[in-house]
């Protein structure tokens, strides 16, 4: 409606008053001789009042032929119809809420969508919040008290398919399957099965950790892939028989045969590379003789594994309270029931065998000796009451350490020649020499009180042209009558000697004399010399 525009019903009642007034004969003072400045018969026409002399009390919309509301200026071009509908689908509780395009929410409060947002083909959804200490780029807050139950959930509903999971109370779940659950006690948990990976892209890493510097303008002091720690500050409430950093477990639940021979099942993988391809880290073939394997760089220590000392020097003595048994690593026997197969506390290999790597030191352990502690080795193997034949089924290279119940104690070795066990002991020796032998010479040369086995001989002599028969005897009662022969030998070598290691009688029980008889002689015989090696017997 525009200033100049005549209520019609005004303007009927302002003329048809005139009109009473002109018949009265001007009423009050004379006839009205015009009106408006017109003279005759008066009719309303336009702009005879202006919009401020209009009484606004009693005018109507319904009063105008045209009510449509595009007919004013500034006020956009949706109609009421399209307003309201675009009004229903903000705030009532039924509807949604669908564009198209890029729009921009600036609501002083929070908008409710109570069924959903769909972001249509797009999927993007965009931060604009400024940088600051403080500013978050995206906020989502449950606002329910919870006590049980998901605060948030990331699906796949054409392929139900769940991919995320987080809890009420803050632990989560990763994964591709119909059936994923928040797993209870883990924060954190990834759980698959390629049965439900997408055909041709099995799920193969659990998780996967990369961390590198290649900046030389940064500075770093710590470079881990991955970080495990638990931590234990009382001992109320804690029933765990354990608690580790990380745990490694290679589940192997197919009881098949034929199948697994070539292959590997390993709890916990450390090894080493040149590269961080994933490629190559992640190599199926555990190859030690593959020079890609080998760390690069003149490294003080490159360790597969590490188990660092739990105190080192000018730590002190540690806690008031220690654990009984402090070691930097802890293997035990499998020891379940098996009639073939081999069960190892700790085995260590040898991939390298046939290739031409040549380092300077190669050893399946080293040990150094302890500098601190009131009893000190550099290893301990604990005494069994090992049966009076010793363990059976063993071969030869096998070692036990007998605690003397029913054999001599020490260290024992598997003799597989002679199917026995023999007791590990050092290694004795005797000498002797006589000067211008002659035949029936005797010559008492040592007394042994303790059993022994003589495993080597050696002779020589002195003279021109030289030779003498050198018998060794032995017997607890000294040139007894039925005394036993260890070995004869007619000396002739003059340089490195005559050397015997097979013997006619070579064990001597306890308590026995030892000693020499000449025979036959012939050239110049200036001295003969005798040497016997022996090992104490059980």
Not at 25 to 54: K, L, M, P
Not at 76 to 92: E, M, P
Not at 279 to 284: D, I, K, P
């Amino acid at each position: 409606m525009g200033n100049k525009t005549y209520n019609s019903k005004r303007i009927a009642q302002i003329e048809k008053t005139a009109k009473a007034a002109l018949a009265a004969g001007g009423g009050g003072g004379g006839a009205v001789t015009s009106v408006f400045g017109r003279t005759g018969v008066v009719v309303a026409t336009t702009n005879d009042y202006t919009w401020a002399q209009i009484d606004k009390t009693t005018s109507d919309l319904a009063d105008l032929a045209t009510k449509s509301h595009t007919s004013l200026t500034d006020i956009g071009t949706n109609t009421h119809a399209q307003i309201d509908t675009a009004l229903a689908g903000l705030i009532t509780a039924s509807s949604n809420m669908a564009w198209t395009g890029t729009h921009s929410f600036q609501h002083a409060t929070p908008v409710e969508f109570q069924n959903g947002i769909d972001l249509h083909t797009s999927g993007v959804i965009l931060s604009d919040v400024a940088d600051g200490s403080s500013a978050i780029g995206f906020d989502l807050q449950d606002t329910i008290s919870r006590t049980q139950g998901h605060s948030l959930m990331l699906q796949n509903t054409s392929l139900t398919k769940k991919i995320m999971l987080a809890t009420w109370d803050g632990r989560f779940s990763f994964g591709y399957t119909s059936s994923l659950q928040a797993q209870l006690g883990h924060i954190l948990a990834f759980t698959q099965s390629d049965a439900e990976s997408p055909t041709g892209s099995p799920h193969m890493v659990g998780i996967l950790a990369q961390i590198g510097h290649g900046d030389a303008t940064e500075t770093i002091d710590r470079l881990y892939g991955i970080v495990g720690a638990s931590s234990v500050q009382t001992a109320t409430g804690f029933s765990a028989d354990n608690h580790a950093g990380v745990v490694g477990v290679a589940v192997c639940n197919d009881d098949t045969t034929g199948n697994y021979g070539s292959k590997t099942a390993i709890g916990v993988l450390g090894r080493f590379d040149q590269t961080g391809s994933l490629a190559t880290m992640e190599n199926r073939t555990l190859n030690g003789a593959s020079n890609s394997y080998v760390p690069a760089g003149d490294w003080g220590v490159a360790a597969a594994f590490y188990g660092e000392y739990v105190a080192r020097a000018g730590h002190g003595t540690g806690s008031t309270y220690q654990p009984t048994l402090i070691t930097s690593a802890y293997f035990n026997i499998p020891g379940w029931s098996s009639t073939s197969g081999s069960q190892y506390g700790v085995y260590i290999d040898d991939p390298n065998t046939g290739t031409t790597l040549t380092p300077a030191i190669s050893m399946a352990i080293h040990a150094v000796f302890p500098t601190r502690g009131t009893r000190k080795a550099h290893v301990h193997l604990v005494p069994t009451a090992a049966a009076a034949s010793g363990p059976t089924g063993n071969a030869s290279g096998d070692l036990y350490f007998d605690d003397g119940t029913n054999n001599r104690e020490g260290m024992y070795e598997y003799d597989s020649t002679n199917s026995e066990w023999q007791k590990l002991r050092q290694t004795l020796c005797k000498d002797g020499s006589l000067e211008s032998p002659t035949t029936s010479d005797i010559r008492w040369w040592f007394y042994t009180p303790i059993a022994i086995t003589v495993r080597e001989a050696v002779f020589v002599a002195a003279g021109t042209t030289p030779s003498v028969a050198v018998t060794i005897y032995h017997h607890t009662t000294y040139r007894s009558g039925s005394k036993n022969t260890m070995v004869a030998q007619t000396v002739t070598n003059t340089t490195t000697g005559h050397v015997v290691t097979s013997f006619t009688d070579a064990t001597i029980p306890a308590d026995s004399h030892v000693w020499i008889e000449i025979g036959t002689t012939s050239g110049t015989n200036d001295e003969v010399a005798f040497h016997v090696e022996f090992t104490e017997d059980e």
